[in-house]
T-cell receptor, first 112, second 114 residues
Framework: GESVGLHLPTLSVQEGDNSIINCAYS??????FIWYKQESGKGPQFIID?????DKRQGQRVTVLLNKTVKHLSLQIAATQPGDSAVYFC???????????FGTGTRLTIIP | ETGVTQSPTHLIKTRGQQVTLRCSSQ?????VSWYQQALGQGPQFIFQ???????GRGNFPPRFSGLQFPNYSSELNVNALELDDSALYLC?????????????FGEGSRLTVL
């Protein structure tokens, strides 16, 4: 069945360094991908999305890369700040489907 | 803030009881989805409502049911509560119909079943 997974459950990064969070997906029909940030006690917060007709998309301090050949997604966060500490989820969906499938998440900790 | 509000924020129930969770979607958003997030896991899709009708359902039993009202607000009802129903229940709204990509999540209702 379809699934979305993450390579690393935890990631610690020095403040100011760049972070890379990886995600693998298995549903080849997925054509829309989103990264969410979830802070403790809060709901998931949209960070950035990408459609399958793109390889890269940039936002403010964040970049998402999509490699459809190997079904891999990554989130790059530039110049990490203490406020970036959170759990990050990748999620995928088939655009004709109402369901968003989440991975289990990666906890990012920023070291001062 | 996403403009999606949920209530109550926390509640405790006992096995066998029933619970109703409420969600007010962001203004103008006509589609509401509900997700269950167990501790340490990613959210799992329960169902989606569009134009007051269920529009897709995940792998949850019939004792999970919902409603959407004309003002697009929504309720999630769970009957015959089980211990494994303990989780954070998230509501998400989206504009422009059921297949719009971005979802705006509320802060969730944390349910504990004893």
């Amino acid at each position: 069945g379809e699934s979305v997974g993450l390579h690393l459950p935890t990631l610690s990064v020095q403040e100011g360094d760049n972070s890379i969070i990886n995600c693998a997906y298995s549903n080849s029909a997925s054509d829309y991908f989103i990264w969410y940030k979830q802070e403790s006690g809060k709901g998931p917060q949209f960070i950035i999305d990408i459609r399958s007709n793109m390889d890269k998309r940039q936002g403010q301090r964040v970049t998402v890369l999509l490699n459809k050949t190997v079904k891999h997604l990554s989130l790059q966060i530039a110049a990490t700040q203490p406020g970036d500490s959170a759990v990050y989820f990748c999620a995928e969906k088939d655009f004709g489907n109402e369901k968003l499938t989440f991975g289990t998440g990666t906890r990012l900790t920023i070291i001062p | 803030e996403t403009g999606v509000t949920q209530s109550p924020t926390h509640l405790i129930k006992t096995r066998g009881q029933q619970v109703t969770l409420r969600c007010s979607s962001q203004s103008g958003h006509n589609t509401v989805s509900w997700y269950q997030q167990a501790l340490g896991q990613g959210p799992q899709f329960i169902f989606q409502y569009y134009r007051e009708e269920e529009n897709g359902r995940g792998n949850f039993p019939p004792r999970f049911s919902g409603l959407q009202f004309p003002n697009y607000s929504s309720e999630l009802n769970v009957n015959a509560l089980e211990l494994d129903d303990s989780a954070l229940y998230l509501c998400a709204s989206s504009p422009g119909g059921p297949n719009t990509g971005e979802l705006f999540f509320g802060e969730g209702s944390r349910l504990t079943v004893l």
